[in-house]
């Protein structure tokens, strides 16, 4: 089930983001989130703008993601390509997971594709495991664009 986060998921939330962060360590890539991203605030601005969800079953929550709807301003200008198409676009941020359970990509752009048309993500160079996953999707590879730290990130793109 996928649901919108609630501030009561906090803690759950901030579990599977450390441990996101760590197998992103033990898998070559240990500087994208480094050891504090994305912040207790940023989880709580995205929580109280209702761009959070959370994937949970019997167990409890086991991956957690941003949709969020709009202009991404780390996205108005794209170096080493273009962007395939104009029209408004969702961006899919955050993702991380437990580890607990499979298909978790797969099923969080089904979830954003059954909202919206048109959706854009982006990496860091060293997550090799994204890149594949979102190339797998169906995710058209558009260049390299920068985020708030100003640090380059992969930049994909899918239209339905």
Not at 58 to 85: N, Q, R, T
Not at 118 to 126: F, G, K, S, V
């Amino acid at each position: 089930m996928i649901r919108k986060a609630e501030f009561s998921d906090l803690a759950s939330i901030l579990e599977i983001y450390a441990h996101a962060r760590e197998f992103m360590k033990q898998t070559g890539n240990p500087t994208q989130w480094g050891s504090s991203n994305p912040t207790k605030n940023q989880i709580e601005e995205d929580i109280k703008a209702s761009n959070m969800y959370v994937l949970a079953d019997d167990e409890g929550i086991y991956a957690v993601f941003s949709l969020i709807y709009g202009s991404d301003p780390s996205y108005s200008k794209i170096y080493d390509g273009s962007w395939l198409y104009s029209s408004a676009y969702a961006t899919i941020h955050r993702l991380a997971s437990s580890g607990r359970r499979k298909n978790v990509f797969n099923n969080v752009v089904k979830f954003a594709l059954d909202k919206y048309k048109h959706l854009r993500i982006d990496t860091h160079q060293n997550n090799k495991i994204m890149q594949g996953l979102i190339l797998r999707a169906g995710f058209k590879y558009c260049g390299i664009i920068y985020v708030k730290d100003n640090t380059p990130r992969l930049a994909y793109e899918y239209l339905k």
